[in-house]
């Protein structure tokens, strides 16, 4: 069982709200859901207190989101990505010496496809992280990206009961889950409004859900309410 699933839907929504730390489209086709495989040369300690990694499409195939989980106030950054023979290379690096609160949250990063990943052929995916180096695959697109992001929001399934959405907007004022509601179908995410203020950049926000019904067969959409992000986005995976 990971991690995510010991959460309640209560707890998992207020580790997001402490996620402003992991800010970093249009969805993508259909995908395998990625699936995590631990390097089995050596099991070094574990660093900067990541204890699970995931990684999902997004924005169609532009970028990834690489999930792991651990402290709420101690993620850790995006380091080095590099184009590698199987696909991508990540290097996580440290948040710094501090001290970090006793929680067990997810915390989401982007990261860029880098420039000539075949992203319609299976991509494997290295996580570096300290002495530790895990390995994820994502499965084909059907379709590589074309052009830049027109900056919509997208989403995919980590796990079977995990939604990582992807938005755009300040970087300074990410979005904050009041509520997922599960339906057959999709689920409905409220969000708080924002009432303070906020940079004037175009920065990728990562948003993990906890979806108390978990994945469903057949399409899936979230209904987004509030928070300036009003609208439909289909999740792939």
């Known amino acids: 069982m990971r991690p995510l699933r010991a959460f309640s839907a209560v707890a998992a929504l207020a580790a997001v709200a402490l996620l402003a730390a992991a800010c970093a489209g249009t969805p993508g086709s259909d995908v395998p859901t990625s699936s995590r495989t631990p390097n089995e040369v050596s099991t070094p300690p ?25 402290s709420s106030s101690c993620a ?22 501090k001290a970090c609160t006793d929680d067990l949250a997810p915390r989401a990063l982007t990261v860029p496809v880098p ?11 290295e996580i570096v992280h300290g002495r530790r180096t895990d390995t994820a695959d994502l499965g084909a697109l059907a379709a590589a990206p074309q052009g830049q992001t027109d900056y919509q929001p997208s989403a995919s ?7 990582v959405l992807l938005t755009w907007g300040s970087g300074s004022c990410p979005p904050i889950v009041d509520d997922v509601q599960a339906a057959d179908a999709g689920a409905t995410v409220t969000f708080q409004d924002i009432d303070r203020p906020c940079t004037m950049d175009m920065a990728p926000r990562l948003t993990p859900l906890a979806v108390p019904e978990g994945r469903a067969d057949g399409p899936f959409e979230l209904t ?12 792939v995976g």
Request: no cysteine.
């Open 46 to 70: 574990i660093a900067d207190g990541v204890s699970e990694v995931e990684v999902a499409w997004l924005d169609g195939g532009r970028a990834i989101a690489v999930l792991t989980w651990g």
């Open 76 to 97: 850790p950054t995006l380091g080095d990505v590099a184009k590698i023979d199987k696909g991508i290379r990540v290097t996580l690096a440290a948040s710094g010496e």
């Open 115 to 125: 420039e000539g990943v075949d992203v319609t052929a299976d991509v494997e995916v």
């Open 157 to 163: 399934w980590f796990d079977d009961d995990g939604i």
């Open 224 to 235: 987004l309410v509030g928070g300036g992000l009003d609208g439909k986005v289909a999740v």
